[in-house]
């Protein structure tokens, strides 16, 4: 597969996502969050992040996909 400014793109936003996504998971797994009764608020943000970079991630996933499909589509207009 070709990588094009698209693709390229999007995988950047997947890497980003992920790592947002590992970053936050962490936080909320902290040991200064076991045994608390209410979530901190920086719990709370955390969990908000975890959400919105898993979108960022699907996102990104769905650019790629449909990159992936015009360049096959592309190709088979050329053979």
Same mark, same amino acid.
């Given at each position: 597969?070709?990588?094009? #400014? ?6 950047? !936003?997947? *890497? @980003?996502?992920? *790592? !947002?996504?590992? @970053?936050?998971?962490? %936080?909320?797994?902290?040991? !200064? ?11 709370? @943000?955390?969990?908000? %992040? ?9 996102? #990104? ?7 992936? *499909?015009? $360049? !096959? #589509?592309?190709?088979? $207009?050329?053979?």
């Amino acid at each position: 597969m070709a990588i094009t #400014s698209i693709t390229g793109t999007a995988l950047q !936003g997947i *890497q @980003r996502g992920m *790592q !947002g996504l590992r @970053r936050n998971a962490a %936080e909320i797994a902290s040991p !200064g969050q076991a045994g608390t009764t209410f979530p901190t608020k920086d719990a709370v @943000r955390a969990l908000v %992040e975890l959400h919105q970079n898993a979108h960022q991630a699907t996102a #990104s996933l769905t650019v790629f996909k449909a990159a992936d *499909q015009m $360049i !096959g #589509s592309l190709l088979d $207009i050329e053979a």
